[in-house]
């Protein structure tokens, strides 16, 4: 035979296995690749089941039931429950073949804090992959705080919780012809000179500053008087939106007057929202009327 010829079966072969060396490492790879599969489909199946998680609050006592898959989620969801204000009964138990819960644990941690301070009674109940919040409060922000919360979670929910208005009528003593001369000697220069805010906000204007300092110096020469401060709006809008907002007004203005060297212990604020017009809303001049702030002397 040729040496070219040779040459020619030589570079063949070579070929040949060179292709067989390449069979094999993909075969290779590929079998490998396929167990991984194969060992994460069978981790996966492993953690199949889900953490369960209940969190009920009845007055001054919350019971904590749970079935969690770490440690740390425990002592995530434990911190938030620690308080001595709370009797609180715990039922936990930990299993690290539950699928993991990060997501879960942190959200619920904050809905706690929500649940804890503002609501009379509820729960939070996280069961196979569906979060369900449920209860009663007072707040108005209570609500769209949890709304806000779960509106940018993934995890499946539902918010079952009811806002109780309670409006309750303050009643107070009859007051002598000197305290009921002062009441309107404060509401008159209220009246006349304004206690604004700014646009939709508690915020006071440089211009109720002054108004108020005028107040503060008749409360400090009658200091053996306490006070209601009361913040009104017109109906514009949501009623309850209204209500928390006259709350905050009347609450900006007592800080204020505390800023001028008033007795903290001699104001409450309470806001009214709509509830007590002075005049009917249908125009501009009206509504301006309703918003307002008024002092009652509630003590001598």
Do not use: W
């Amino acid at each position: 035979m040729k040496s070219s010829s040779k040459i020619v079966l030589a570079l063949i072969a070579l070929v040949l296995f060179s292709l067989y060396c390449l069979y094999s490492h993909t075969h290779s790879i590929y079998e490998q690749m396929n167990k991984e599969d194969t060992l994460t489909s069978a981790t996966d199946t492993l953690k199949s089941e889900l953490v369960t998680i209940d969190i009920n609050k009845t007055g001054k006592e919350i019971y904590f039931n749970a079935t969690l898959d770490s440690q740390d989620a425990y002592e995530v969801l434990d911190s938030k429950l620690i308080d001595t204000t709370y009797s609180v009964t715990k039922s936990v138990d930990v299993d690290e073949t539950l699928q993991d819960s990060t997501k879960v644990v942190a959200l619920i941690s904050k809905l706690i804090d929500i649940l804890k301070e503002r609501y009379k009674e509820g729960s939070i109940i996280y069961k196979e992959g569906l979060l369900t919040i449920d209860g009663k409060t007072n707040d108005p922000d209570a609500k769209a705080l949890i709304d806000s919360l779960l509106s940018a979670s993934l995890i499946p929910n539902i918010d079952t919780s009811v806002y109780e208005k309670k409006f309750i009528e303050m009643t107070y003593p009859e007051l002598s012809v000197e305290a009921q001369a002062l009441e309107v000697k404060m509401n008159e220069i209220a009246e006349i000179e304004d206690i604004n805010f700014e646009e939709d906000s508690a915020k006071l204007t440089l211009k109720s500053l002054e108004t108020i300092q005028k107040i503060a110096e008749i409360l400090k020469e009658n200091s053996t008087y306490a006070i209601e401060i009361s913040g009104h709006t017109d109906s514009v809008g949501d009623p309850e939106y209204n209500l928390e907002l006259s709350k905050q007004r009347a609450l900006s203005v007592k800080d204020a007057l505390i800023e001028q060297g008033v007795d903290a212990k001699k104001m409450v604020a309470n806001g009214y929202g709509d509830q007590r017009p002075l005049a009917d809303n249908n125009s501009e001049e009206d509504r301006k009327k309703n918003r307002r702030v008024e002092f009652k002397i509630i003590g001598e």
